[in-house]
């Protein structure tokens, strides 16, 4: 993989993937050993679970517009596997989500997930099939197993899995025209026999720095604020990604992008820093309401009657 890419990945790509990347090029990570085989993994996940989320906001984001029902091959299981989901299971989710709205022939905010993960008649990519293999690796890691290996094993698998992952990433180039945002305000200017703007106060989430770029944006209509929003360069367009996503500055052990990494109980959410800020459940967050409110519509969303009506969750 070209340098010069690799700098366009750090400076572009979303921090919740780069925060592994980045550790993955610590001078600690370059040597061939369990520590560079962790964060090569750590990275592979962090993509998978990020895509799944998208996929599934865009899912919703017609769903709620639309006729458009989830497959029914995950609303038989949802609530079951969005308990406690694993890698594989966003890859699961990320895989049938991408095959639905194939078939729907709608328009996506990042159209270009598709082409990852799907070539032509829905041939899964050499990209998709490499993020799979190395989860297939992951899956045949066991601690003892990872224990019983020399430095030879490990430069092997360590090269074996970097080849993977660069090839996954050779295929993410389009995360560059996205952004990963936070609207922490919003200000309406008026003047008399003028419509109003909007002035919102973002927080650009990408690079490898939690120190975000901020950025103003005036426009003449409001975006959803409070909630991280994966928004086209191009188009204008975003994606609302809560409650898989959040940003809090008070659940939790420090400020920090946190990501759904399941049920506690039936609307309230486990959630995992991305970084420093440790663990917390949406009870914790001052967004508590907001984010048993989404909970409990993602699971209506996913749910059916025996009859194969949507119900309430």
Not at 24 to 30: I, N
Not at 248 to 270: C, W
Not at 297 to 309: D, I, K, M, N, Q
Request: glycine fraction near 4%.
């Amino acid at each position: 993989m070209k340098e010069r890419y690799v700098r366009e990945i750090l400076s572009g790509f979303p921090y919740p993937i780069l925060v592994y990347f980045t550790k993955l090029r610590t001078d600690e990570c370059l040597d061939p050993g369990p520590l560079r085989l962790k964060y090569i993994l750590a990275t592979s996940e962090s993509i998978s679970r990020y895509f799944a989320m998208a996929a599934l906001s865009e899912f919703r984001h017609v769903a709620e517009n639309g006729n458009l029902e989830p497959p029914s091959s995950l609303t038989a299981d949802f609530v079951k596997q969005f308990r406690r989901p694993s890698w594989g299971i966003w890859v699961h989710i990320l895989r049938e989500i991408l095959k639905c709205l194939h078939r729907a022939e709608v328009d996506l905010v990042m159209p270009e997930l598709m082409g990852f993960f799907f070539e032509k008649k829905l041939t899964e990519t050499e990209a998709a099939s490499a993020l799979q293999e190395l989860l297939k690796i992951r899956n045949q890691l066991s601690h003892d197993k990872i224990k019983a290996m020399n430095m030879a094993d490990f430069k092997t698998l360590c090269d074996q899995t970097m080849e993977l992952l660069e090839e996954v990433l050779e295929s993410m180039e389009f995360l560059l025209d996205y952004e990963l945002t936070f609207i922490s305000k919003i200000e309406v200017n008026k003047r008399r026999k003028v419509p109003p703007t909007y002035l919102h106060k973002i927080s650009k989430l990408v690079g490898n720095s939690e120190a975000f770029q901020g950025d103003r944006l005036h426009m003449d209509e409001l975006i959803d604020s409070s909630s991280i929003l994966l928004r086209s360069l191009e188009s204008g367009q975003h994606l609302n990604l809560d409650p898989f996503m959040v940003y809090e500055s008070t659940a939790g052990k420090a400020p920090d992008i946190f990501f759904f990494n399941g049920l506690k109980k039936p609307g309230v959410a486990e959630y995992s820093a991305c970084n420093h800020g440790g663990v917390f459940i949406s009870e914790e967050s001052e967004r508590a309401d907001v984010i048993a409110e989404e909970l409990q519509e993602l699971e209506a969303l996913f749910t059916r009657s025996a009859a194969g009506e949507l119900v309430n969750g």
